[in-house]
């Protein structure tokens, strides 16, 4: 077999490579590239190489980083992974094309009146606490049909689910939950797996796979 030549060749490679075990069409799950701490000459290189969807958790970061990207390149696009305060709704609108982490009825609350004042309306992902965590984002498992709901009054386009496991346990049976939720609640889109476990996501359906430290290093 060829060598990969690039970090991203190799992740493509992984990800097809998990996509055909699983019988899926590699076309249905989109890398998205988690830029966050790394400079935009980190990013240039990457969009090069053909790669169109990034990752940032943090709006500021992200303000002050991809403007010029995005113009210099407006075929990208850019989703939010990070924990968003209901006061930086209207300002992610500004900037990025897809929302990750919807996890609570006053964000719903704040996004909603965001997209109703800006008509940008773009697919969101409901957050869920996949561990019951107590220090982690996300919306509990029993309350993700009521907050899918009042999104849905909010006139929020809800693209499907998004989860971040336990650390330092096996992902895999978090993943599959993830997938089992989404489904009994009418949802496709599954945003999960990271750099150490994106191809179990992968097999277990993730439509969305989010990769950093794979792709740029460790962060510093
Ligand atoms: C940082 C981050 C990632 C990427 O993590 P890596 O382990 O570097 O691949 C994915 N999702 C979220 C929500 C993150 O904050």
Do not use: Y
Not at 143 to 156: D, F, G, K, N
Not at 175 to 190: H, M, T, V
């Amino acid at each position: 077999m060829d060598q990969p030549a690039t970090p991203l060749e190799h992740i493509r490679a992984r990800i097809a490579q998990a996509a055909r075990i699983a019988g899926r069409e590699e076309a249905s799950v989109e890398l998205v590239a988690i830029s966050k701490t790394h400079p935009a000459e980190a990013i240039a290189p990457l969009i090069a190489q053909g790669q169109r969807v990034f990752g940032e958790n943090r709006v500021q970061e992200a303000e002050a980083k991809w403007p010029a990207l995005l113009e210099e390149h407006p075929e990208v696009r850019l989703h939010l992974v990070g924990q968003l305060q209901s006061n930086k709704a209207e300002e992610a609108l500004g900037l990025f094309h897809s929302i990750h982490s919807l996890d609570r009825p006053s964000l719903v609350a704040a996004l909603g009146k965001a997209m109703d004042k800006t008509g940008r309306r773009v697919p969101c992902f409901v957050q869920v606490n996949i561990g019951a965590e107590d220090q982690k984002g996300g919306c509990a498992i029993a309350e993700v049909p009521a907050l899918l709901a009042s999104a849905r009054e909010a006139q929020i386009p809800v693209a499907g689910l998004m989860c971040v496991p336990p650390l330092g346990i096996e992902a895999a049976p978090f993943f599959a939950l993830l997938a089992k939720i989404a489904g009994d609640n009418g949802l496709d889109q599954l945003s999960m797996g990271m750099s150490e476990d994106f191809e179990t996501a992968v097999m277990l359906g993730a439509t969305h796979v989010r990769v950093g430290s794979a792709l740029f290093g460790a962060r510093g």
